[in-house]
C-alpha cells in the first residue's frame, strides 16, 4: 500500500519549535517533489513549503519563510519540515504530499500531488 505517514506534530508554546517528518511507505520517495501544506478549520489549504526530488530547489511561503525549513534524506526515505520561532497563526493540520511531476518553482497547486498524508495537527498556544 502506498502512503504517507506525517508525525512529529503536537502542542508548543509560541517562539518553540517543532520538526514534522513525512516517511513514505510502498513507493521511493526519490522521484518526487514533496510539499508541506496546512488547513485550519474554517480556512482554505494553504502551501508551506516544497522541496524537489533531487533536494535542490525549495520554496516556502512568505509567512513562514526565516522560520521553516524543509529538507529531506533520501535514504531514511522520509522529508522533514522543521518549523522554528512558531506563532500562533500557525497552529493548523499539516500535511505532506509526494508528486512525480515537477512542481517548483511554485509548488502550491495541489492538484499536482499524487499522495498524501492523513496530517498531523500542530497547536501553537501559552
Not at 43 to 48: D, M, Q, S, T, W
Not at 51 to 60: A, F, R
Amino acid at each position: 500500500q502506498l502512503q504517507l505517514v506525517e508525525s512529529g506534530g503536537g502542542l508548543v508554546q509560541p517562539g518553540g519549535s517543532l520538526r514534522l517528518s513525512c516517511a513514505a511507505s510502498g513507493f521511493t520517495l526519490d522521484y518526487y517533489a514533496i510539499g508541506w501544506f496546512r488547513q485550519d478549520p474554517g480556512k482554505e489549504r494553504e502551501g508551506v513549503s516544497c522541496i524537489s526530488s533531487s533536494g535542490g530547489s525549495t520554496n516556502y511561503a512568505d509567512s513562514v519563510k526565516g522560520r521553516f525549513t524543509i529538507s529531506r534524506d533520501n535514504a531514511k526515505n522520509t522529508v522533514y519540515l522543521q518549523m522554528n520561532s512558531l506563532k500562533p497563526e500557525d497552529t493548523a493540520v499539516y500535511y505532506c504530499a509526494a508528486a512525480s511531476v515537477a512542481v517548483l518553482p511554485t509548488c502550491w497547486d495541489s492538484d499536482q500531488y499524487d499522495y498524501w498524508g492523513q496530517g498531523t495537527q500542530v497547536t501553537v498556544s501559552s
